[in-house]
């Protein structure tokens, strides 16, 4: 844009000299014309209405869609041209609509370099929530045996009272302070985990599964009769070579919570 400036004044200085001169007519016609022409510029070039621009990120979407269309990652010049011709609100609506397409046309690389090159853009909270829905979206094309992960409570594990409420939480060994699952249960029959439980999309146990993590269980239960509460926690290791695990609980994991 400063070279636009640049040139603006280069072009003006005959058109100045020519109206600083004593021995000129028409000053004013020739100033009235030159003032029209500079705007005119101006607006094609630089003002929302400059079609000149949109003709740039028109044909910046052919090429970025000519590589996702052959699966290719996108160019770093074409990543380049995106912060150079679009504001912030520009990039992560293109992004968001180059990224589905990508992943809708299965078209995984071109979508994963996408996804990468976009994450700092999406700043609000609203937005990171778009991002790592995408994010998602992508992780359970490229590993589809991923989608359905989940852990679940061995029936035959052994629970110290007859059960009123409880509840399961996981959290990543030295992770941070939030769960990738949590769920409230009233029946031990049927207790399990899937990334539907997940609180972030994305920060789930399809994610733990594929890095391989160390997950602390946490576990809290109100016994029907007496009130008294037991809790359980324990580490799991995942591994990417299985979606699911099962875990059996003893009876010498449960701690009984002075009242």
Do not use: H
Not at 22 to 30: E, V
Not at 56 to 85: A, C, F, G, M, R
Not at 160 to 165: A, I, M
Not at 234 to 251: D, P, R
Request: hydrophobic share 45%; aromatic share 12%; glycine share 2%.
């Amino acid at each position: 844009m400063f070279i636009f400036y640049l040139l603006i004044l280069f072009a003006a200085l005959p058109i100045i000299a020519y109206l600083l001169s004593q021995k000129t007519n028409n000053k004013g016609l020739i100033f009235g014309i030159t003032v029209i022409v500079l705007l005119f510029c101006l607006i094609i070039f630089t003002s929302k209405f400059a079609f000149l621009g949109n003709l740039k990120k028109q044909t910046l979407t052919t090429k970025i869609l000519d590589e996702v269309y052959i699966d290719s990652k996108i160019s770093k010049d074409n990543l380049i041209l995106i912060e150079e011709y679009l504001n912030e609100d520009e990039v992560v609506s293109w992004m968001i609509s180059l990224i589905s397409e990508s992943i809708e046309l299965n078209k995984l690389n071109s979508a994963e370099s996408l996804i990468t090159f976009s994450e700092k853009f999406f700043t609000s909270n609203s937005e990171k929530i778009i991002f790592y829905g995408l994010y998602t979206e992508l992780r359970d094309r490229k590993f589809p045996q991923f989608k359905n992960a989940s852990l679940v409570i061995d029936k035959e594990s052994f629970f110290p009272c007859l059960l009123n409420t409880g509840s399961l939480k996981l959290f990543i060994m030295n992770g941070p302070d939030i769960p990738i699952a949590e769920i409230e249960f009233q029946n031990i029959q049927n207790i399990s985990l899937t990334n539907k439980n997940s609180i972030i999309p994305g920060f789930d146990l399809a994610s733990a599964y594929l890095n391989n993590e160390s997950v602390e269980m946490d576990i809290e239960i109100t016994c029907k009769n007496s009130l008294d509460v037991f809790s359980l926690k324990n580490l799991i290791i995942l591994t990417k070579e299985k979606a699911i695990s099962v875990y059996k609980i003893n009876s010498n994991e449960w701690l009984k919570k002075p009242q």
